[in-house]
């Protein structure tokens, strides 16, 4: 048995590692998932589909938050690892990345989704990557930004820069779980603003932790769109979409 192995059989025997969906013990092959959950992970292969459900979601809000004067603006594209629901267990993997402190899990799932992204035509022109930021209240008193942690895994396997000085949360929100649509885009409008500006850009990915109706990301779309106008590319991934 190699070092790292025995370390971690080790470490398995004094503090078992369980399945962040379904919570059984997992053994010394196994990270973050059990196999039957690693194996079912509901993979939305967004990324070779740029015309998918969570892109044409994102398109509707951009199109209805274009104003009268003429704008000139392309298909956006987006893609997620994966698919969930709320009585998913595949939730638990945001949610232990978000309010858990597995920071751990939120790069290896991050480097998941770079590596899905990889084989994505449309992100291969990529040159930077924005996480959606916390307003500074929040990053403060959570001592990390999960977005910011999954953007580091995407940076990496896409082997482009991760920059969190661009873009900042100048309006702190109310958490968006019980709104509806219109609530949630008044509630995120206008809250972000770009600081810094990257001269020479083509394409921008911004990465979140999920994707619901997509408001947080049309708010940060159209912050960057203010300084980075078309043809520069602003796209979306998230670890998981929620469909429905
Ligand atoms: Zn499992």
Redesign the pocket.
Known sequence: MRGWKYVRAMFDILLPRT?L????KLNIQEKY??L??ASDLPLTRFGQISHNPMADRFNEAIQKGLDDSWRQEAYAFASALFFYEDESGYKHIPHQIKYQGNISAGRYFGRMLGRELLSAEWASDVDLVIPVPLHWKRHWSRGYNQAEIIAEGVAAELGVPMRTDILRRVRRTETQTRLDVPEKSANVAGAFKVCTSVAGLKHILLIDDVFTTGSTLHSCFLALREVYPFPIRISVATLGFVGG
Do not use: A, F, I
Not at 21 to 24: E, L, N, T
């Open positions: 399945c969906v379904c919570g059984r998932l059990c039957h959950c």
